[in-house]
């Protein structure tokens, strides 16, 4: 609801029951608010209040500020949308004013609004995803392994442009896999972005080696050159060089390959391209994914596209990927019997999610178009709210969104970025902050980080003053609406507080 809507709503004591009732007629609402002359809620009207009235022979004219005195339901700012749902149950109404520490409404919850949940990113299916798993079910390959993953595996790798590809049961799994194929052993450096969800950097811990984190960069929140350069200058004095460098394509945006890759070559170091959240993404007209001597996807339930959860580890050099396999399915030897002379994991792909993967791929650039239309609507729509930094898209590089991610500004932004999130999910509108460092988690302390700059850290102040909005491919223009009005209202309200008043 906008404040120009919450306006809209708010009458004056002496308001008369005629006032009210055409007032109630314009807006529509079934509630009107009763505000002192300092915006202080007394009441609030319903249509029954009113009916009631009338029935109870009220003049027209008397003032709203007679009726019976009833104690409004109201909630404070730290509500949640089930604590309200529970409220509107106990009460048996359908509204609730939501009033500052003052008492001043700064919302009003309506109960249709919490029937349906807005995702920040859920699962959109195609129409062949059944077919291809119905036809798992009638040949019986529910088994690991089978002709879907063989041919999900090709149509992947042939999509993006990369020779192999390998399917695993997650993102985190082929990122482990690819560590291991990338020589990783206990006690060795491995760096990563510091931006990142926690799957990018859990498996150095896995093969018992030691994170060394890279800040972002302002340009393209991905990892900043500047900062790598400095982290292999220290490396070199240290004798701590990395046996590889994960380099993370963060929401739905390739890094920016130019710049880095050169630095990995120089020292040689090879790259392992965590691509999780950029499938379908370009950079300079190439896949993101096909850049790293090994790349990783994710199709975890929350990304472009899903296979309920699973990833993908692809590389060119088809002995990794082989290796990939075996290592994936326990490390079998080919023997007849079961011959093992070395560990391995059990992180092959089901036929049956494979299945699921080959039907959603047919439709990844829909998804990648859908989900910028996402973007643009958003961008469009809060174009005047000029305090919204969109995370940027430099030249030659083609995200896919696969989320809209904002910045607010100021030294009060982290406050109002979780004001602004609270108010979305009083509304059951689900937002989230952008990914928290790793260098700046407890799991991580005292691991080695080197920010973009001496004198700034791009990612502790992304991750302060960032938020990530719904931006699923299924997110219907009337659910984007309901967002980009909540998100007006808080953000000016957050502004002028006494807009009500
Ligand atoms: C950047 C990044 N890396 C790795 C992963 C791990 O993928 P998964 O959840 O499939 O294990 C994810 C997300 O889930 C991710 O966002």
């Known amino acids: 609801m906008s404040p120009n809507k919450l306006a809209a709503l708010s009458i004056m004591p002496a308001f008369t029951l005629r006032e009210a009732l055409l007032r109630m007629d314009q807006t529509a609402r079934g509630i009107l608010l009763v505000l002192r002359d300092d915006g202080i809620l007394v009441r609030t009207v319903t249509d029954g209040d009113l009916r009631r009235a009338i029935l109870n022979h009220a003049s027209d004219a008397s003032p709203v500020g007679e009726l019976p005195d009833v104690k409004p339901v109201t909630a404070n700012q730290d509500a949640n949308a089930a604590g309200i749902l529970q409220l509107m149950d106990q009460h048996q109404i359908d ?21 349906q949940r807005i995702w920040l990113s859920s699962p959109h299916l195609g129409e062949e995803e059944t077919m291809f798993v119905d036809e798992a079910f009638k040949t019986n390959w529910i088994a690991p392994l089978g002709p879907h993953v063989d041919a999900f595996e090709r149509e992947l790798a042939s999509h993006i442009g990369v020779a192999h590809a390998a399917a695993v049961s997650s993102g985190t799994a082929a990122i482990h896999l690819g560590l291991v194929l990338l020589g990783v052993k206990s006690g060795d450096t491995v760096f990563c972005s510091s931006l990142t969800f926690v799957g990018s950097c859990n498996p150095i811990l896995y093969c018992g080696a030691r994170p060394v984190f890279i800040d972002a960069e302002p340009q393209t929140w991905n990892m900043s050159p500047a900062a790598l350069e400095r982290a292999f200058e220290w490396a070199k004095r240290e004798n701590r060089m990395p046996a590889c460098v994960i380099l993370v394509n963060l929401y739905g945006q390739s890094a920016d390959m130019d710049s880095l890759l050169p630095i990995c070559e120089r020292y040689g170091v090879p790259v ?10 370009h950079y300079k007209g190439r896949s993101s994914g096909s850049f790293g001597r090994i790349a990783v996807y994710s199709f975890n339930g929350n990304k472009i596209i899903t296979t309920s959860g699973g990833g993908m580890l692809v590389a060119d050099d088809p002995d990794l990927v082989a290796k990939a396999r075996k290592l994936s399915t326990q490390a079998r030897e080919p023997a007849p019997h079961y011959e093992h002379t070395e560990l391995g994991f059990n992180y092959r792909m089901s036929n049956v999610l494979a299945g699921i993967g080959r039907g959603q791929l047919r439709v990844l650039k829909q998804r990648v178009a859908q989900r910028r239309r996402v973007f643009e609507r958003y961008v469009e729509a809060l174009a005047d709210l000029r305090e919204v930094q969109w995370m940027p898209e430099p030249d030659g590089f083609q995200s896919t969104r696969w989320l ?21 999910e009083r509304h059951l509108i689900e937002a989230r902050p952008v990914w928290k460092p790793m260098h700046l988690q407890p799991l991580f302390m005292g691991a080695p980080y080197f920010s973009h700059d001496p004198e700034m850290d791009v990612s502790a102040n992304l991750f302060q003053s960032g938020i990530c909005l719904p931006s699923g491919s299924n997110l219907s223009e009337e659910q984007q609406d309901r967002v980009i009005a909540h998100l007006r209202h808080t953000l000016l309200m957050a502004e002028d507080c006494s807009a009500l008043a």
Request: hydrophobic fraction near 40%; charged fraction near 25%; glycine fraction near 8%.
């Open 95 to 115: 509204h609730i004013p939501i009033l500052d520490s003052r008492g001043k409404p700064v919302d009003v919850i309506f109960r249709r609004e919490l029937s």
């Open 272 to 281: 392992l391209e965590d691509a999780a959240e950029s499938l379908g993404a």
């Open 404 to 424: 809209t991610c904002f910045t607010l500004g100021g030294s009060d932004a982290n406050v109002r970025c979780h004001r602004v999130m609270k108010a979305l």
